[in-house]
């Protein structure tokens, strides 16, 4: 008898992932107030998978309350990066960091831009000068290295890609990334095996 429940469940979350949608994608009042600005960006980043005829709604609203990076949302969902790419541009142009990795990642993955790894690079380096040492960057810097080295092994510039592998492999950068992660993971109330 248990044993039909669970599948039952589980053939319910596989054929009807719809009905499960309102616990992962709250009903909150667009035009309410007192609805905090972390609500409405969780709202845009959840509206993608769990409620995609109102991303619109939600992304320009988180947008309009100073959370640019909701364009990306409306770019993969529309298939136009125009507005979201002449965003992360105009950010970049400032210096700040979000806008400079986000050009990067667009050039780098050819992603509402054509692929350019060249202007990726300079991107990155851009990010890389005007951040390293700066400690709340810490994760990203290493991160950015990791980009490059696997940009310039694909450009088979093996002498650049060890540069980089050294930085991120002095910095464990591989073994915080896990340990952020399990955290993470933890902290949603995922079991994560400890030994792998």
Not at 75 to 84: E, F, K, M, V, W
Not at 140 to 163: C, Q, S
Request: with cysteine; aromatic share 10%; glycine share 6%.
């Amino acid at each position: 008898m248990n044993q039909i429940i669970v599948i039952t469940l589980c053939f319910s979350v596989v054929l009807c992932p719809r009905s499960f949608a309102g616990t992962f994608f709250p009903k909150h009042d667009i035009n309410d107030p007192n609805l905090s600005n972390d609500t409405v960006m969780l709202q845009c980043k959840k509206s993608l998978m769990y409620a995609p005829s109102q991303l619109e709604m939600w992304c320009e609203r988180a947008y309009e309350v100073g959370y640019w990076q909701a364009l990306e949302v409306i770019a993969l969902h529309t298939g136009d990066g125009s507005h979201y790419v002449a965003e992360a541009q105009k950010h970049a142009e400032n210096g700040e960091p979000d806008g400079i990795l986000a050009l990067a990642f667009a050039y780098e993955s050819g992603r509402f831009v054509p692929q350019n790894l060249h202007k990726s690079i300079t991107l990155y380096n851009q990010y890389l000068n005007d951040n390293k040492g700066i400690e709340e960057e810490k994760m990203r810097v290493a991160a950015t290295h990791e980009d490059l080295y696997l940009i310039y092994t694909e450009l088979g510039n093996f002498e650049k890609a060890a540069e980089h592998k050294r930085f991120f492999d002095e910095n464990n950068y591989i073994e915080n990334k896990d340990a952020i992660l399990k955290k993470q993971m933890n902290e949603a109330g995922i079991p994560v095996d400890s030994e792998q």
